[in-house]
């Protein structure tokens, strides 16, 4: 892996852009400079912020290479992001050409979290198994999958998409355009939607799952909703592709309620030689991804 020091990691997410400076050791790493902004609504609007980004850096830290990761379904050999659903108008976007002439350096592209099972690969909990699945749950849900100790990206590098599994058929539309999709019932999103149903009133999905926690009837109805839509996914990936140990991360995951309701559900429901599958949440959480857009390699 070339060129390991000072490493300009961005994360570009639904909700919010990461980033950073990465260094990379054999067996270690370090982020330095880490922040974390709201994602703007808009195509033109995400591009500013990186252009600026890109400028803080450079003038505070230096760097070597940039690494991205983003959300939607990626080319990575052109670095084009083909199409995203959480993002207004983040489709047929050339972000490598746009960063490469706004930092005159190298740059790589690849899906959020596919960097985020690069990371967790190599330094997490599944680095030891040879089969396994990589869930972010956040604005929505990304998937990835380690086979046989390799990232399997399938055909046209969209292999995992495991948000847009139909849970329900004609259920609620999806920002890919199908409806029912896993992502609507289960996600940072889904949870507030869910919420809002019930009760008429907007509330954030953290605040829903903090408040169930302290036993608040109304939030821990939610949460216990999802959860059970939680499992349902869970269920259909373990009785499909029988993994040793699935890994979760992102935002709804952070308070272990929902995860350990979700789990409980699993057990009832998936097929006997899918209990053996280990359901663990990620120990490198937000900072997982950036690492893994630092790995990034030329293609």
Same mark, same amino acid.
């Given at each position: 892996?070339? *060129? *390991?020091? *000072?490493?300009?990691?961005?994360?570009?997410?639904?909700?919010?852009?990461?980033?950073?400076?990465?260094?990379?050791?054999?067996?270690?790493? =370090?982020?330095?400079?880490?922040? $974390?902004?709201?994602?703007?609504?808009?195509?033109e609007g995400v591009i500013q912020k990186l252009i600026e980004l890109i400028v803080y850096y450079e003038k505070n830290s230096g760097f070597d290479r940039v690494g991205v990761a983003t959300l939607g379904r990626i080319d990575r050999k052109r670095g084009i992001v083909i199409k995203a659903a959480n993002i207004k108008g983040w489709e047929n976007v050339n972000l490598k050409k746009i960063i490469k002439e706004a930092a005159g350096k190298n740059v790589e592209i690849d899906n959020d979290v596919k960097c985020f099972a690069l990371a967790e690969n190599k330094f997490g909990k599944s680095k030891k198994y040879q089969d396994a699945i990589y869930l972010a749950i956040g604005t929505g849900i990304g998937g990835a999958i380690k086979v046989g100790g390799e990232l399997y990206r399938g055909a046209d590098n969209i292999a995992?998409? #495991?948000?847009?599994?139909?849970?329900?058929?004609?259920?609620?539309?999806?920002?890919?355009?199908?409806?029912?999709?896993?992502?609507?019932?289960?996600?940072?999103?889904?949870?507030?939607?869910?919420?809002?149903? #019930?009760?008429?009133?907007?509330?954030?999905?953290? @605040?829903?799952?903090?408040?169930?926690? $302290?036993?608040?009837? =109304? @939030?821990?109805? &939610?949460?216990? $909703?999802?959860?059970?839509?939680?499992?349902?996914?869970? /269920?259909?990936?373990?009785?499909? /592709? *029988?993994?040793?140990?699935?890994? /979760?991360?992102?935002? /709804? &995951?952070?308070q272990k309620e929902i995860l350990d309701l979700a789990v409980k559900e699993v057990i009832k429901k998936a097929l006997i030689p899918g209990r053996k599958t280990k359901i663990v949440r990620s120990d490198l959480g937000d900072e997982a991804t950036l690492i893994g857009a630092a790995m990034l390699e030329e293609k």
């Amino acid at each position: 892996m070339k *060129n *390991n020091k *000072n490493i300009l990691a961005i994360d570009i997410g639904g909700t919010k852009i990461a980033s950073g400076i990465v260094e990379l050791g054999k067996d270690s790493y =370090q982020i330095y400079d880490y922040q $974390k902004i709201e994602t703007p609504k808009s195509k033109e609007g995400v591009i500013q912020k990186l252009i600026e980004l890109i400028v803080y850096y450079e003038k505070n830290s230096g760097f070597d290479r940039v690494g991205v990761a983003t959300l939607g379904r990626i080319d990575r050999k052109r670095g084009i992001v083909i199409k995203a659903a959480n993002i207004k108008g983040w489709e047929n976007v050339n972000l490598k050409k746009i960063i490469k002439e706004a930092a005159g350096k190298n740059v790589e592209i690849d899906n959020d979290v596919k960097c985020f099972a690069l990371a967790e690969n190599k330094f997490g909990k599944s680095k030891k198994y040879q089969d396994a699945i990589y869930l972010a749950i956040g604005t929505g849900i990304g998937g990835a999958i380690k086979v046989g100790g390799e990232l399997y990206r399938g055909a046209d590098n969209i292999a995992g998409e #495991f948000g847009h599994m139909i849970i329900t058929s004609g259920g609620k539309k999806c920002g890919c355009g199908n409806r029912g999709c896993w992502q609507q019932y289960a996600s940072g999103k889904a949870i507030e939607k869910l919420y809002y149903e #019930f009760y008429g009133n907007k509330k954030k999905a953290k @605040d829903i799952a903090t408040d169930s926690i $302290k036993g608040i009837k =109304q @939030d821990k109805k &939610v949460i216990k $909703k999802s959860a059970s839509y939680l499992a349902i996914g869970l /269920v259909n990936i373990i009785n499909t /592709v *029988n993994p040793e140990i699935i890994i /979760v991360g992102g935002s /709804v &995951v952070k308070q272990k309620e929902i995860l350990d309701l979700a789990v409980k559900e699993v057990i009832k429901k998936a097929l006997i030689p899918g209990r053996k599958t280990k359901i663990v949440r990620s120990d490198l959480g937000d900072e997982a991804t950036l690492i893994g857009a630092a790995m990034l390699e030329e293609k």
